[in-house]
């Protein structure tokens, strides 16, 4: 099983300023089939990215996502007031599919 | 577009057992690998189990397959989950969501969640 390790656990911003989050993988993610979501409170996750680097339908361009192999990044380069959430890496490269344990970007 | 509807969520006891449905609609349902994947209070997500388009293929993670089974029938577009033996700690939302499979593991549309609440 691939264990997915993000951090940090929390990032502490202002709107307007840029988020980094950072998804190590234990083991190499077969094609970089690596996928982030943002989760608000009370609701379902939202795919942002999958494919490492694709972003999902009617995702803004300040998301991008890029890495592989090992290690994945979400970059948010401005954050806007309705980014701020709890945001999930999750690996298909291989079974079981597994996620990381989130990294919460909360207002500064 | 892509609608998920997951029910059956309930208080159930320690040991007993619990069945979840997940209706689609907005696309052709027999085409897509389904997944369910849950969130205890407070918690991360956790993945549960795929099945196939076709229901042929089915993985489980490795602590649930010995009391979930995952189920679909094409013509009534559903999905669903057995839950047995249930324990304190499954006590989770349950989400439904599309995806899953080989090369498009990824959940790309998701339900809103039906609660699941195993206490004595």
């Known amino acids: 099983e691939i264990v997915l390790t993000q951090s940090p656990g929390t990032l502490s911003l202002s709107p307007g300023e840029r988020a980094t989050l950072s998804c190590r993988a234990s083991q190499s993610v077969s094609s970089n089939y690596l996928a982030w979501y943002q989760q608000k409170p009370g609701q379902a996750p939202r795919l942002l990215i999958y494919g490492a680097s694709s972003r999902a339908t009617g995702i803004p361009d300040r998301f991008t996502g890029s890495g592989s192999g090992t290690d994945f990044t979400l970059t948010i380069s401005r954050l806007e007031p309705e980014d701020f959430a709890v945001f999930y890496c999750q690996q298909y490269g291989s079974s079981p599919r597994t996620f990381g344990q989130g990294t919460k970007v909360e207002i500064k | ?120």
């Open chain 2, 1 to 120: 577009q892509v609608h998920l509807v997951e029910s059956g969520g309930d208080l159930v006891k320690p040991g007993g057992s619990l069945r979840l449905s997940c209706a689609a609609s907005g696309f052709t349902f027999s085409d897509y690998y389904m997944s369910w994947i849950r969130q205890a209070p407070g918690k991360g997500l956790e993945w549960v189990s795929y099945i196939s388009n076709s229901g042929s293929t089915i993985y489980y993670a490795d602590s649930l397959k010995d009391r979930f089974t995952v189920s679909r029938d094409n013509a009534k577009n559903s999905v669903y989950l057995q839950m047995n033996s249930l324990k304190d700690e499954d006590t989770a939302v349950y989400y439904c969501a599309r995806g899953g499979g080989s090369g498009r593991g990824f959940f790309d549309n998701w339900g809103q969640g039906t609660l699941v609440t195993v206490s004595s």
